[in-house]
């Protein structure tokens, strides 16, 4: 009977995982834990025990975590000074919202950025916190400003006008309700 239960304690452990051979030749687990229907605990020595449902729910309680993102339009003005540009950039927006020329207009003739081509004109794409420079992200991540308004940014690659096309603000579990 001796002989059967150390042919069945191997048979059982060859088709163990190798990390549970790992870990039972490290001596965290108890022979008996390897044995199929045995009542023996798998109990790791010296590791604070967590379920697998603790720690998933403790992953998403990252408060750390930003889901925001955003789709904007700009019309970049180089060259100059900063003052010349902001002048440039009030006088077409100015035009842009008394419907003398289309965004997609001014962004074809003025813009000194290659996303000029693009489709819509001026399009950055859907972008996160963090893609675009700081100054940027400030604007169109501020939830004072309207989705569709035309605000002017300075940064270090010039002068922009930035139109907000879409913008979803981060995810708050606790103001959500269930229908």
């Known amino acids: 009977l001796k002989s059967s239960r150390a042919v069945a304690m191997r048979t059982h452990t060859l088709f163990a995982p190798p990390s549970i051979h790992l870990l039972f030749a490290s001596s ?3 022979a008996s834990a390897l044995h199929i229907g045995s009542a023996a605990r798998v109990q790791p020595r010296g590791f604070a025990q967590a379920g ?3 720690q998933l729910a403790k992953a998403f309680q990252n408060e750390e975590f930003d889901d925001r993102n955003a789709k904007a339009q700009h019309i970049l ?3 100059g000074d900063a003052d010349t540009r902001a002048a440039a950039a009030e006088a077409l927006k100015v035009q842009i919202e008394s419907n003398e020329i289309t965004f997609e207009v001014a962004v074809r003739q003025f813009s000194e950025c290659s ?5 819509p004109a001026g399009s950055l794409g859907q972008f996160s916190p ?3 420079v700081q100054e940027f992200d400030d604007y169109v991540f501020d939830k004072t400003n309207e989705i569709g308004e035309i605000g002017i940014v300075e940064t270090q690659f010039g002068t922009h006008l930035v139109k907000i096309n879409e913008r ?3 995810f708050d579990p606790r103001v959500q309700k269930v229908q």
């Open 77 to 79: 003005l180089k060259g």
């Open 130 to 132: 963090g893609k675009m």
């Open 52 to 54: 697998l449902f603790d």
């Open 115 to 119: 996303s000029r081509a693009e489709v």
């Open 28 to 30: 965290l687990l108890t």
């Open 168 to 170: 979803k603000d981060k």
